[in-house]
C-alpha cells in the first residue's frame, strides 16, 4: 500500500488524462530513445532505467544491469539503511561531564562525550556552553574531548584518492563540530603593498595562521589558502598571493585534519567567551565512569540532518553516518567497515538486492570506489517509496528540480521544476541522477540514470541527462515529451552581430561588477536563452561575480568557457574592439588559482589558440605564472593530466610567465622539485620532464634575439641553455 503521508511529501494521488496510453507511452519512449541516442550519451558508458510507481512497468531500460560508478547517487543507499535502522526519529547525543570532585562550579576536567553527532556548528555549540554556564560551572582545568564512540580511522576507502583539502574531502569524527572544515576570511590591507586580512572562523589556539597574502595594485584575486596539520595537534592554515586594493571580505572553507582537538579548542574559546575560566589544556581521552553528567546535547531529528546529505550532497554527513551504523549495531567504536555491512544487510535482507552483486566501500560516493547498476538504484527507490516508515522523510530529504540543494538551477523553465526529485552525483567523468518525478498527466516514476566515461566536456553530458527528467516530467501533456526533447536539442550557438555582442557584454560585466547576490535569477534567466557562445561565457562570468562562494556559479563559469573560436576566440576579438581584458578568463584564473582542477584544466585549454597573439600570450603566460604562485602542487598535477598538446604548449608559456616573474623564490620550483622526489614513480619521471622542459624553455626566453641590422646586441645578453639548469634559474 502507498503511504498517504508520500502524497504531502511528493506526490498526489495519480489522475487518468485523456488520450491513447499506448501511444502516449510510445511517444515517451521514442523521446527518451532520441536523448539517448545523443553523441554525449552515446559515446558513454551509460546504466538507465524507467519505471512506473503506478502500474510497475518497466518503460524503458538501456544497460540497466551495468555497474558504473554512480557518484554520489550512493547517498542514497547510505540514507535508506540509515532510516531503516536508525529511523526519522533518532537523534545525535553529546554529553559534557566533569570529574566526581567538582565543588561550587569548579571542575578539574571538563570532559565532552560524542555520539558521532554530523550537525554541530558554532552557533550551536555556543547554546551547548550556554547550557554549561546555566549548569552552573565556573572554572574548568582540563578539556578533554572523548571520542572513543568512533575508531581513529578518519578517512573512508576512496578519499586516499584525492588528498586535496577542500571541505568535501572533511574527515570522521565522533566529537565533530562545523562539518569538520572550517571558515578562512580574507580582504584587503590598507592599501597596496600591504598585507591583507586572514581571519579564521571560529578562532582558536587550534590554528596556526601563516599568512603570505598581499594587497596587490590589479583588479582581480589570485589567492589560493592550504590547510595542513601542525605540531602538537594544531592546524595550519597558509594563504598566498595578492587581493585587489578593494576586496571585501571573502571566505574559502577548507578541511581540519584532527576533529577532537579542533572541537576542543573552539570549545575553549567559547567558554572563555562566556566567563568560564580554563586554566589547563586540550586533550584527547576516554571518560571515566565515575564522572558526573552536566548536560546533554541532543540534534535535530534526523530527518532533517537526511536534508543537509542530499539536499547539498554533504560527504561528511555521509561518512558519519556510515560509522554511526556500525557504532548502533556492531558495537562501539564504530568503523566504516561495520557500516558498510549494516547497508549490506538491509540491502539484501530488505530491498533483494544480493550481497555481491554491487560494490561499496565508503557511503558518500567519492573518486573511484563504487560500482551500482540504475536497476539496483530504481529498487531501492521502489522500497522507500512504499514504506509508509521512511517514505516522507526519504523523499522529502532529495533536491527539486529548479527549486534547491543540487538541482536548484537544474532543469529550469521545464515541466520537472517542482515534480522532480533526485539526487545528483558527479565526479570526473562521472554524472548520475536518480530519483522520483510526478508527470504532467498524473502519473508517478521511479529513474536513474548513470553515465561514465563520456568525452569532453560535462556540461552537455548534463544537459542530456536533464532532458531525460525532462521528458518524463512532461508526460502526459499533448506532444510533452518531444516538445521537452525539442527544446533542449534547439539549444544551438547563434552567433550576434559584432555590434550587439559588444552591447550586451558590456551590460553583463556591469552587472558582474555590482557584485550583488539578486542579480543572480535574471542572469541565470539570460543564461538560460541566451545563444552566442561568448556572451553566454559572459553571463556566466557576471554569475560567478554576483557570489564567488556559490561553487554553482563557479560551475556555471566552468561549463561556459572553453578554448573554441566561438568563445575565447570572439572574446579577444570582440576585448580587443572594446579595449578592455578577455572578459571570462580572468574568473578562470580566480578559480584556478585556488587549486580548482577542472578551472587548472580550462586554463590550460586556452593556451593553444593564445598562440601568436602577443596580448593573449601575455595575459595566459602571466596567469600560469600566477596560478604556479598559489597552487603549484595543484597545477603540476594538472599539467600531468592535460592532453599532450595543451600540456606541451602549457610548459612553453608557463616559461615566459616564470621569467617575467623574475622571481628567484617563486613557489612553483620547490614544489616541483618536491615532485621530483616523490614515491609515484611516474610522478617523479613526469616532473623530471617538466624541470629539463622548463630548463630549455627559459634559456630559450633569455637568450639574446637575432639582431636586426644596424642593431647592437648588449654585452650582457648573452648566455647558453646549457647555463640554465636547476642550480642557476630564478629559484633553483
Same mark, same amino acid.
Given at each position: 500500500?502507498?503511504?498517504?503521508?508520500?502524497?504531502?511529501?511528493?506526490?498526489?494521488?495519480?489522475?487518468?488524462?485523456?488520450?491513447?496510453?499506448?501511444?502516449?507511452?510510445?511517444?515517451?519512449?521514442?523521446?527518451?530513445?532520441?536523448?539517448?541516442?545523443?553523441?554525449?550519451?552515446?559515446?558513454?558508458?551509460?546504466?538507465?532505467?524507467?519505471?512506473?510507481?503506478?502500474?510497475?512497468?518497466?518503460?524503458?531500460?538501456?544497460?540497466?544491469?551495468?555497474?558504473?560508478?554512480?557518484?554520489?547517487?550512493?547517498?542514497?543507499?547510505?540514507?535508506?539503511?540509515?532510516?531503516?535502522?536508525?529511523?526519522?526519529?533518532?537523534?545525535?547525543?553529546?554529553?559534557?561531564?566533569?570529574?566526581?570532585?567538582?565543588?561550587?562550579?569548579?571542575?578539574?576536567?571538563?570532559?565532552?562525550?560524542?555520539?558521532?553527532?554530523?550537525?554541530?556548528?558554532?552557533?550551536?555549540?555556543?547554546?551547548?556552553?550556554?547550557?554549561?554556564?546555566?549548569?552552573?560551572?565556573?572554572?574548568?582545568?582540563?578539556?578533554?574531548?572523548?571520542?572513543?564512540?568512533?575508531?581513529?580511522?578518519?578517512?573512508?576507502?576512496?578519499?586516499?584518492?584525492?588528498?586535496?583539502?577542500?571541505?568535501?574531502?572533511?574527515?570522521?569524527?565522533?566529537?565533530?563540530?562545523?562539518?569538520?572544515?572550517?571558515?578562512?576570511?580574507?580582504?584587503?590591507?590598507?592599501?597596496?603593498?600591504?598585507?591583507?586580512?586572514?581571519?579564521?572562523?571560529?578562532?582558536?589556539?587550534?590554528?596556526?595562521?601563516?599568512?603570505?597574502?598581499?594587497?596587490?595594485?590589479?583588479?582581480?584575486?589570485?589567492?589560493?589558502?592550504?590547510?595542513?596539520?601542525?605540531?602538537?595537534?594544531?592546524?595550519?592554515?597558509?594563504?598566498?598571493?595578492?587581493?585587489?586594493?578593494?576586496?571585501?571580505?571573502?571566505?574559502?572553507?577548507?578541511?581540519?585534519?584532527?576533529?577532537?582537538?579542533?572541537?576542543?579548542?573552539?570549545?575553549?574559546?567559547?567558554?572563555?567567551?562566556?566567563?568560564?575560566?580554563?586554566?589547563?589544556?586540550?586533550?584527547?581521552?576516554?571518560?571515566?565512569?565515575?564522572?558526573?553528567?552536566?548536560?546533554?546535547?541532543?540534534?535535530?531529528?534526523?530527518?532533517?540532518?537526511?536534508?543537509?546529505?542530499?539536499?547539498?550532497?554533504?560527504?561528511?554527513?555521509?561518512?558519519?553516518?556510515?560509522?554511526?551504523?556500525?557504532?548502533?549495531?556492531?558495537?562501539?567504536?564504530?568503523?566504516?567497515?561495520?557500516?558498510?555491512?549494516?547497508?549490506?544487510?538491509?540491502?539484501?535482507?530488505?530491498?533483494?538486492?544480493?550481497?555481491?552483486?554491487?560494490?561499496?566501500?565508503?557511503?558518500?560516493?567519492?573518486?573511484?570506489?563504487?560500482?551500482?547498476?540504475?536497476?539496483?538504484?530504481?529498487?531501492?527507490?521502489?522500497?522507500?517509496?512504499?514504506?509508509?516508515?521512511?517514505?516522507?522523510?526519504?523523499?522529502?530529504?532529495?533536491?527539486?528540480?529548479?527549486?534547491?540543494?543540487?538541482?536548484?538551477?537544474?532543469?529550469?523553465?521545464?515541466?520537472?521544476?517542482?515534480?522532480?526529485?533526485?539526487?545528483?552525483?558527479?565526479?570526473?567523468?562521472?554524472?548520475?541522477?536518480?530519483?522520483?518525478?510526478?508527470?504532467?498527466?498524473?502519473?508517478?516514476?521511479?529513474?536513474?540514470?548513470?553515465?561514465?566515461?563520456?568525452?569532453?566536456?560535462?556540461?552537455?553530458?548534463?544537459?542530456?541527462?536533464?532532458?531525460?527528467?525532462?521528458?518524463?516530467?512532461?508526460?502526459?501533456?499533448?506532444?510533452?515529451?518531444?516538445? =521537452? &526533447?525539442?527544446? %533542449? /536539442? +534547439? @539549444?544551438?550557438?547563434?552567433? $550576434?552581430? #559584432?555590434?550587439?555582442?559588444?552591447?550586451?557584454?558590456?551590460?553583463?560585466?556591469?552587472?558582474?561588477?555590482?557584485?550583488?547576490?539578486?542579480?543572480?535569477?535574471?542572469?541565470?534567466?539570460?543564461?538560460?536563452?541566451?545563444?552566442?557562445?561568448?556572451?553566454?561565457?559572459?553571463?556566466?562570468?557576471?554569475?560567478?561575480?554576483?557570489?564567488?562562494?556559490?561553487?554553482?556559479?563557479?560551475?556555471?563559469?566552468?561549463?561556459?568557457?572553453?578554448?573554441?573560436?566561438?568563445?575565447?576566440?570572439?572574446?579577444?576579438?570582440?576585448?580587443?574592439?572594446?579595449?578592455?581584458?578577455?572578459?571570462?578568463?580572468? =574568473? &578562470?584564473?580566480? %578559480? /584556478? +588559482? @585556488?587549486?580548482?582542477?577542472? $578551472?587548472? #584544466?580550462?586554463?590550460?585549454?586556452?593556451?593553444?589558440?593564445?598562440?601568436?597573439?602577443?596580448?593573449?600570450?601575455?595575459?595566459?603566460?602571466?596567469?600560469?605564472?600566477?596560478?604556479?604562485?598559489?597552487?603549484?602542487?595543484?597545477?603540476?598535477?594538472?599539467?600531468?593530466?592535460?592532453?599532450?598538446?595543451?600540456?606541451?604548449?602549457?610548459?612553453?608559456?608557463?616559461?615566459?610567465?616564470?621569467?617575467?616573474?623574475?622571481?628567484?623564490?617563486?613557489?612553483?620550483?620547490?614544489?616541483?622539485?618536491?615532485?621530483?622526489?616523490?614515491?609515484?614513480?611516474?610522478?617523479?619521471?613526469?616532473?623530471?620532464?617538466?624541470?629539463?622542459?622548463?630548463?630549455?624553455?627559459?634559456?630559450?626566453?633569455?637568450?639574446?634575439?637575432?639582431?636586426?641590422?644596424?642593431?647592437?646586441?648588449?654585452?650582457?645578453?648573452?648566455?647558453?641553455?646549457?647555463?640554465?639548469?636547476?642550480?642557476?634559474?630564478?629559484?633553483?
Amino acid at each position: 500500500m502507498v503511504p498517504a503521508a508520500v502524497a504531502v511529501a511528493l506526490l498526489c494521488a495519480s489522475t487518468a488524462f485523456a488520450g491513447n496510453k499506448e501511444a502516449e507511452r510510445a511517444a515517451l519512449k521514442k523521446a527518451l530513445l532520441d536523448v539517448l541516442d545523443r553523441p554525449t550519451l552515446k559515446t558513454a558508458r551509460l546504466s538507465f532505467e524507467l519505471d512506473s510507481l503506478d502500474t510497475g512497468e518497466k518503460l524503458l531500460q538501456q544497460n540497466a544491469d551495468e555497474l558504473l560508478n554512480p557518484a554520489s547517487n550512493v547517498k542514497l543507499v547510505t540514507a535508506a539503511a540509515a532510516l531503516w535502522k536508525l529511523g526519522p526519529e533518532y537523534r545525535f547525543e553529546t554529553e559534557f561531564l566533569t570529574d566526581a570532585e567538582c565543588r561550587d562550579g569548579r571542575a578539574k576536567v571538563l570532559y565532552v562525550r560524542g555520539k558521532g553527532d554530523p550537525s554541530i556548528t558554532n552557533e550551536r555549540l555556543y547554546g551547548m556552553v550556554t547550557e554549561i554556564v546555566h549548569a552552573g560551572l565556573r572554572e574548568v582545568g582540563d578539556i578533554v574531548v572523548d571520542d572513543s564512540w568512533f575508531d581513529g580511522e578518519r578517512l573512508a576507502p576512496g578519499f586516499d584518492q584525492d588528498k586535496a583539502d577542500r571541505s568535501y574531502n572533511a574527515p570522521t569524527g565522533a566529537v565533530s563540530i562545523n562539518w569538520n572544515s572550517v571558515g578562512v576570511y580574507v580582504r584587503a590591507g590598507t592599501g597596496p603593498g600591504q598585507k591583507a586580512v586572514v581571519e579564521i572562523e571560529p578562532a582558536s589556539e587550534f590554528f596556526v595562521v601563516e599568512n603570505g597574502l598581499t594587497t596587490g595594485s590589479r583588479k582581480y584575486r589570485r589567492f589560493n589558502v592550504v590547510s595542513e596539520p601542525a605540531p602538537d595537534n594544531k592546524q595550519r592554515i597558509r594563504v598566498m598571493g595578492a587581493i585587489p586594493p578593494d576586496q571585501s571580505a571573502i571566505a574559502t572553507y577548507k578541511k581540519i585534519d584532527n576533529p577532537p582537538f579542533y572541537f576542543g579548542h573552539t570549545l575553549k574559546q567559547m567558554l572563555l567567551m562566556k566567563g568560564i575560566k580554563v586554566h589547563g589544556r586540550v586533550r584527547a581521552g576516554i571518560t571515566p565512569d565515575g564522572a558526573r553528567l552536566l548536560s546533554v546535547a541532543q540534534s535535530d531529528t534526523f530527518d532533517l540532518v537526511l536534508k543537509r546529505m542530499n539536499k547539498h550532497s554533504s560527504n561528511f554527513v555521509a561518512e558519519m553516518l556510515i560509522k554511526t551504523l556500525g557504532a548502533e549495531v556492531g558495537g562501539k567504536p564504530g568503523t566504516f567497515s561495520k557500516g558498510i555491512e549494516v547497508v549490506e544487510d538491509f540491502l539484501e535482507k530488505e530491498v533483494g538486492i544480493p550481497r555481491g552483486t554491487y560494490v561499496m566501500k565508503n557511503g558518500s560516493g567519492i573518486n573511484d570506489t563504487n560500482r551500482f547498476s540504475s536497476a539496483q538504484f530504481t529498487k531501492v527507490l521502489r522500497y522507500m517509496f512504499t514504506n509508509e516508515a521512511y517514505a516522507p522523510e526519504y523523499i522529502s530529504a532529495l533536491g527539486i528540480a529548479g527549486k534547491d540543494g543540487t538541482l536548484k538551477y537544474r532543469m529550469e523553465g521545464s515541466d520537472a521544476v517542482g515534480r522532480l526529485r533526485a539526487k545528483t552525483g558527479t565526479l570526473f567523468n562521472v554524472t548520475a541522477l536518480s530519483g522520483y518525478v510526478q508527470a504532467v498527466g498524473g502519473e508517478r516514476f521511479i529513474f536513474s540514470v548513470l553515465v561514465n566515461d563520456f568525452p569532453g566536456r560535462i556540461g552537455p553530458v548534463v544537459d542530456s541527462v536533464d532532458a531525460l527528467g525532462e521528458a518524463v516530467a512532461a508526460y502526459g501533456s499533448a506532444g510533452g515529451p518531444q516538445r =521537452a &526533447v525539442a527544446a %533542449v /536539442a +534547439a @539549444q544551438q550557438p547563434v552567433l $550576434a552581430s #559584432a555590434d550587439e555582442a559588444k552591447t550586451k557584454i558590456k551590460t553583463y560585466l556591469a552587472l558582474g561588477r555590482q557584485k550583488d547576490k539578486r542579480n543572480i535569477s535574471f542572469l541565470r534567466t539570460i543564461w538560460r536563452s541566451e545563444k552566442d557562445p561568448a556572451v553566454r561565457a559572459v553571463v556566466a562570468e557576471s554569475i560567478y561575480r554576483s557570489d564567488p562562494e556559490d561553487y554553482l556559479g563557479a560551475r556555471t563559469l566552468l561549463d561556459s568557457v572553453s578554448g573554441s573560436p566561438d568563445v575565447y576566440g570572439r572574446l579577444r576579438a570582440l576585448a580587443r574592439e572594446m579595449a578592455i581584458d578577455v572578459p571570462a578568463v580572468p =574568473a &578562470v584564473v580566480e %578559480v /584556478a +588559482a @585556488q587549486g580548482n582542477a577542472e $578551472a587548472l #584544466a580550462k586554463l590550460l585549454e586556452l593556451v593553444r589558440p593564445s598562440a601568436g597573439d602577443p596580448g593573449a600570450e601575455k595575459e595566459v603566460s602571466t596567469a600560469l605564472s600566477e596560478v604556479g604562485r598559489t597552487a603549484p602542487d595543484e597545477l603540476i598535477l594538472a599539467l600531468k593530466n592535460a592532453p599532450g598538446a595543451d600540456r606541451d604548449a602549457a610548459v612553453t608559456m608557463l616559461a615566459k610567465g616564470l621569467v617575467r616573474a623574475a622571481d628567484a623564490d617563486h613557489p612553483f620550483w620547490p614544489a616541483l622539485r618536491k615532485s621530483m622526489g616523490a614515491v609515484d614513480a611516474a610522478t617523479a619521471t613526469f616532473a623530471k620532464q617538466v624541470d629539463a622542459t622548463l630548463s630549455l624553455k627559459i634559456a630559450e626566453e633569455k637568450a639574446p634575439k637575432p639582431a636586426l641590422a644596424g642593431q647592437v646586441v648588449p654585452a650582457s645578453a648573452t648566455g647558453t641553455a646549457r647555463e640554465v639548469t636547476a642550480e642557476t634559474r630564478p629559484g633553483g
